[in-house]
């Protein structure tokens, strides 16, 4: 009777040995969105995501699975590109696989922030006359409660002036910048032209959504 206890409790810790290996060694990969949490895009213009500090503990990275409102895209590549088509506020999630097939468990996620900025001219506004803008903030997003919008001349800002109204009554000095929690930035701005382009395009405003927050 002894010795055919002993031979069962041997076999017992081998087993329980093996299937702790075999756990250890599988290692789920880690899912990791490069930067900030927050991010800012525009309409319109491709914005590119990557994951380049996602890892696997005991082996590598071959998908990577990014979930945008209304489309998701899987690759075999660190980084993808997507167009946001309305200005808002979005979540973008990720999820990536090993080379052993094990997804990660736990997707990591972005908050994205989207702004636009519309001009009514068709690309040109005329010397001493006024074009309307429209600067794209979702008003209907309690998360622009908070933080800040800022406007400002990327090239030939020298060229144009910008006004609150069509009448030309009070000028915006670029670069502008308003509070949501007090000042919220108009809906429309006008542009007028007071010196002739050398040439196409030469003129660029951006529109940013800067974002504050509290540490807990």
Not at 34 to 52: C, L, M, N, Q, R
Not at 77 to 82: A, D, K
Not at 135 to 150: C, M, Q, V
Not at 169 to 183: A, C, N
Request: hydrophobic share 35%; glycine share 8%.
């Amino acid at each position: 009777m002894n010795r055919q206890f002993i031979f069962g409790a041997v076999i017992l810790a081998c087993l329980c040995l093996s299937v702790s290996q075999s756990y250890a060694w599988n290692q789920p990969p880690v899912a990791v969105i490069d930067g900030s949490y927050y991010k800012y895009a525009h309409v319109g213009t491709p914005k590119e995501f990557t994951d380049y500090d996602s890892y696997d503990p005991d082996g590598y990275i071959v998908w990577h699975g990014w979930d945008f409102p209304g489309i998701f895209y899987g690759t075999s590549e660190p980084s993808i590109t997507h167009t946001f088509d309305s200005c808002g506020v979005y979540y973008v999630y990720l999820r990536v696989q090993d080379n052993e097939g094990m997804l990660s468990y736990y997707d990591d996620s972005c908050k994205v922030y989207v702004v636009d900025v519309d001009f009514s001219g068709g690309g040109y506004v005329a010397l001493n006359n006024v074009a309307e803008i429209s600067l794209g903030f979702d008003p209907s997003y309690p998360t622009l409660n908070s933080g800040k919008a800022r406007l400002e001349a990327v090239s030939g800002g020298n060229k144009i002036t910008v006004w609150y109204e069509q009448t030309k009554e009070t000028q915006v000095t670029l670069p502008k910048e308003w509070l949501f929690s007090r000042l919220p930035p108009p809906q429309t701005l006008w542009v007028e032209g007071i010196e002739t382009s050398s040439s196409l395009n030469d003129v660029q405003l951006k529109l940013s959504f800067i974002v504050s927050f509290r540490q807990a």
